[in-house]
């Protein structure tokens, strides 16, 4: 199973980016949860948000309201709409995917977020 991320960059506060990660060998991966976290530096990594396969959605507080996280099942994929974004938000961002088949990670994307 391999979960390949995307997006990352540099951006102004205020801005946007839209990460994605798309899942392959994962026969589960239309039922699987998905999810990003994150991790700063000298911080532990954090849950972003998570979603169901039926598209239920969690978000951290820090993020609500801002960030917007979807799928498509058909592509295997999921994405992470992220506005309005703040210099706390810097940080390397991971996909997860859990399934039957286990948990796995992606190998995290750089945002960094300018003041």
């Known amino acids: 199973v391999q979960l390949q991320a995307y997006g990352g960059g540099l951006v102004q506060a205020g801005g946007s980016l839209r990460l994605s990660c798309t899942a392959s060998?994962?026969?589960?991966?239309?039922?699987?949860?998905k999810g990003w976290y994150r991790q700063a530096p000298g911080k532990q990594r954090e849950l972003v948000a998570t979603?169901?396969?039926?598209?239920?959605?969690i978000y951290a507080d820090s993020v609500k309201g801002r960030f917007t996280l979807s799928r498509d099942n058909a592509k295997n994929t999921v994405y992470l709409q992220m506005d309005s974004l703040k210099p706390e938000d810097t940080a390397v961002y991971y996909c997860?995917?859990?399934?039957?088949?286990?948990?796995?990670w992606g190998q995290g994307t750089q945002v960094t977020v300018s003041s």
């Open positions: 997860q995917q859990s399934s039957m088949r286990g948990i796995y």
């Open positions: 979603i169901t396969s039926g598209g239920t959605t």
């Open positions: 060998g994962d026969t589960f991966s239309r039922s699987a949860m």
